[in-house]
């Protein structure tokens, strides 16, 4: 049976271990001083080379060559350990090996003799899955260990083990390999293998790979096992469901000259063609962050590892595109990635993102500071029409309430009512809240206030505030950044409660859509 291409080319030396020479070294140095310690713990994200740094250092240490040429993979004891039949080293995947009866059962044998090396090795993958009771168990022989024994642990999240542990360790860091570094090592894969690679084709291998080697080496085994003698940057985007970065870059393109409709005839076109909308979204999100860089630093050597082509068209959009529009895009964006997992329209959360990236950043949970109410030039009043109402005063508690606990109320709107209604209601930018009324202000936002002010929504969304609030209210829908209660609320409430056949009233209902909850 074939064997996977990352368990035929896992590191089998120092020298091959790629991305961790802060750990290499100071491990060398150790064997060379005989300063090894008892214990290690290898900490990193995964497929970054902890268990097969582990499995180095097994050998380095029972090797029988001379002490600069370990481990020389060639003696009886690095043979065995390459094949898996070396008994004194004993690898207990801690998952599947988590109670306190098996770590008992290990500190029972640790006292035995190692039968083939000089030493007895267990490494522990994933120890933070032991049980508190376990780690309990493990401490005193992680603390004295019989002279032959040595501990390495290794982990992908370090916070989740007891400090009581970790102080018995010499801790080891092991950080994501960069994408010059992994293409670099596909290379010498792809050509060892009898295969030619496109340095483009490599270097998105590495960039999806997020800085785990293994990663990008089950993604290249697998463009291998496509047939063809090359492997082109097609087929690595097919496989990925990415699109090309041409797509991309025209897509920030309208976002940073605020083209909304050439930016939703793209997501179309990826619709119409099958794309990964969610690929399509990383994708994004990486170029943005490109052009966030270069707009904080000038710096274009920070960007080594992608294509120049695109690093040149992300200078020319950080002239295009101010930095608050870059942040808040690569927020919205960033959002729109979970959003689309559980959308019922698949390009909707995609379409949103854009438009609210091109509107601007909301600013819910900024302080409602209540203006004047503005001037309208009117005809005098005749003696039969009532004096106008007076702004009705702020609820401070309840506009506190409400912008407190606004993402709250916006994910129950999106439980009972959609993504669509939420994502509109987080383009508020202000709040007003009467006795009688709620005032929500949308800025320049059209296409979200409209939304909101759609019969059939407004009087879901007025029935959810007067539930939240434990009270009757007026919804109104506004444009500006500052939400101002219409004299309408202050009207009606002098009238009683029966806001029926008056004129302000329908004022309010038609013209501002307001909507009456009894």
């Given at each position: 049976?074939t064997?996977?291409?990352y368990r035929?080319?896992?590191?089998q030396?120092?020298?091959e271990?790629?991305?961790?020479?802060h750990v290499t070294q100071t491990?060398?140095?150790?064997?060379?001083d005989?300063?090894?310690?008892?214990?290690?713990?290898f900490?990193?994200?995964?497929g970054?080379?902890?268990t097969?740094?582990?499995r180095?250092?097994?050998?380095?240490?029972n090797?029988?060559?001379?002490?600069?040429q370990?481990?020389c993979n060639?003696?009886p004891?690095?043979?065995?350990i390459?094949?898996?039949?070396?008994?004194?080293l004993i690898?207990?995947d801690?998952?599947?090996?988590?109670?306190?009866?098996?770590?008992?059962?290990?500190?029972d044998?640790?006292?035995?003799?190692?039968?083939?090396?000089r030493?007895?090795?267990?490494?522990?993958?994933?120890v933070?899955?032991?049980?508190?009771?376990a780690f309990?168990?493990?401490?005193?022989?992680?603390?004295?260990?019989?002279p032959?024994?040595?501990?390495?642990?290794?982990?992908?999240e370090p916070?989740?083990?007891?400090?009581?542990?970790?102080?018995?360790c010499?801790?080891?860091?092991f950080?994501r390999?960069?994408?010059?570094?992994?293409?670099?090592h596909?290379?010498?894969?792809?050509?060892?293998?009898g295969f030619?690679?496109?340095?483009?084709?490599l270097?998105?291998?590495?960039?999806?790979?997020?800085?785990?080697?293994r990663?990008?080496?089950?993604?290249?085994?697998q463009?291998?096992s496509?047939?063809a003698?090359?492997?082109?940057?097609a087929q690595?985007?097919?496989?990925?469901?990415?699109v090309?970065?041409?797509?991309?870059?025209?897509?920030?393109?309208?976002?940073?000259t605020?083209?909304?409709p050439?930016g939703l005839?793209?997501?179309?076109?990826?619709v119409?063609d099958?794309s990964?909308?969610?690929?399509?979204?990383?994708?994004?999100?990486?170029?943005?962050?490109?052009?966030?860089?270069?707009?904080m630093t000038?710096?274009?050597v920070l960007?080594?590892d992608?294509?120049?082509?695109?690093v040149?068209?992300?200078?020319?959009?950080?002239?295009r595109?101010n930095?608050a529009?870059?942040?808040?895009?690569?927020k919205r964006?960033?959002?729109a990635i979970?959003?689309?997992?559980g959308?019922?329209?698949?390009?909707?959360p995609l379409?949103?993102a854009?438009?609210?990236?091109?509107?601007?950043e909301?600013?819910t949970?900024?302080?409602?500071?209540?203006?004047?109410?503005?001037?309208?030039?009117a005809?005098?009043?005749?003696?039969?029409?009532?004096?106008?109402a007076?702004?009705?005063?702020?609820?401070?508690?309840?506009?506190q309430?409400l912008?407190?606990?606004?993402k709250r109320?916006?994910?129950?709107?999106?439980?009972?009512?959609?993504m669509?209604?939420?994502?509109?209601?987080?383009s508020v930018r202000?709040?007003?809240v009467?006795?009688?009324?709620?005032a929500?202000?949308f800025?320049?936002?059209a296409?979200s206030?409209d939304?909101i002010?759609r019969?059939?929504i407004h009087?879901?969304?007025?029935?959810m505030l007067?539930d939240f609030?434990g009270?009757?209210?007026?919804?109104e829908?506004?444009?500006?950044?500052?939400?101002?209660l219409?004299r309408?609320?202050?009207?009606?409430?002098d009238q009683?409660?029966d806001?029926?056949?008056?004129?302000l009233v329908?004022y309010?209902?038609?013209?501002?859509?307001?909507h009456?909850v009894?």
């Amino acid at each position: 049976m074939t064997q996977a291409l990352y368990r035929r080319w896992r590191s089998q030396d120092f020298d091959e271990l790629v991305g961790q020479d802060h750990v290499t070294q100071t491990l060398r140095n150790a064997l060379r001083d005989d300063r090894v310690a008892h214990a290690y713990l290898f900490a990193g994200p995964r497929g970054t080379g902890k268990t097969s740094t582990a499995r180095i250092l097994a050998k380095a240490l029972n090797c029988s060559a001379p002490q600069d040429q370990r481990p020389c993979n060639e003696c009886p004891t690095c043979i065995a350990i390459n094949e898996g039949r070396m008994i004194d080293l004993i690898e207990i995947d801690a998952a599947s090996n988590n109670s306190v009866d098996d770590v008992r059962e290990l500190r029972d044998k640790v006292g035995f003799r190692p039968s083939e090396g000089r030493y007895k090795i267990y490494i522990i993958d994933e120890v933070h899955m032991l049980s508190q009771q376990a780690f309990n168990a493990l401490l005193k022989t992680l603390e004295e260990p019989p002279p032959h024994a040595r501990f390495i642990l290794a982990t992908t999240e370090p916070h989740r083990i007891p400090a009581t542990v970790l102080s018995r360790c010499q801790r080891f860091d092991f950080r994501r390999i960069p994408a010059r570094e992994i293409a670099g090592h596909l290379q010498h894969i792809a050509a060892a293998e009898g295969f030619g690679a496109e340095e483009e084709a490599l270097l998105a291998i590495a960039r999806s790979a997020q800085g785990c080697m293994r990663d990008a080496i089950s993604l290249l085994d697998q463009m291998l096992s496509f047939g063809a003698e090359t492997v082109t940057l097609a087929q690595v985007q097919a496989a990925l469901g990415a699109v090309s970065s041409q797509t991309v870059g025209a897509f920030v393109d309208a976002l940073a000259t605020r083209d909304a409709p050439a930016g939703l005839k793209l997501i179309r076109q990826l619709v119409l063609d099958g794309s990964s909308l969610t690929e399509f979204t990383n994708q994004v999100v990486e170029h943005l962050r490109g052009v966030m860089v270069l707009q904080m630093t000038q710096d274009a050597v920070l960007l080594n590892d992608l294509p120049g082509d695109t690093v040149r068209q992300m200078q020319t959009q950080t002239q295009r595109m101010n930095l608050a529009t870059t942040l808040f895009a690569v927020k919205r964006f960033g959002e729109a990635i979970a959003q689309l997992k559980g959308s019922g329209q698949p390009q909707l959360p995609l379409e949103l993102a854009l438009i609210e990236a091109l509107q601007g950043e909301p600013v819910t949970a900024a302080p409602v500071v209540v203006a004047a109410a503005p001037q309208v030039a009117a005809a005098t009043p005749s003696k039969q029409e009532a004096p106008a109402a007076k702004p009705p005063p702020l609820d401070q508690a309840a506009v506190q309430k409400l912008q407190s606990q606004w993402k709250r109320f916006t994910t129950q709107v999106r439980e009972q009512h959609g993504m669509q209604v939420q994502a509109a209601l987080n383009s508020v930018r202000d709040i007003a809240v009467s006795e009688d009324g709620v005032a929500l202000a949308f800025g320049n936002n059209a296409f979200s206030r409209d939304i909101i002010a759609r019969p059939d929504i407004h009087g879901k969304v007025a029935t959810m505030l007067a539930d939240f609030l434990g009270r009757p209210v007026l919804l109104e829908c506004q444009m500006g950044d500052q939400a101002q209660l219409s004299r309408v609320v202050a009207a009606r409430a002098d009238q009683g409660d029966d806001p029926a056949g008056d004129p302000l009233v329908d004022y309010a209902v038609n013209t501002l859509g307001a909507h009456i909850v009894e």
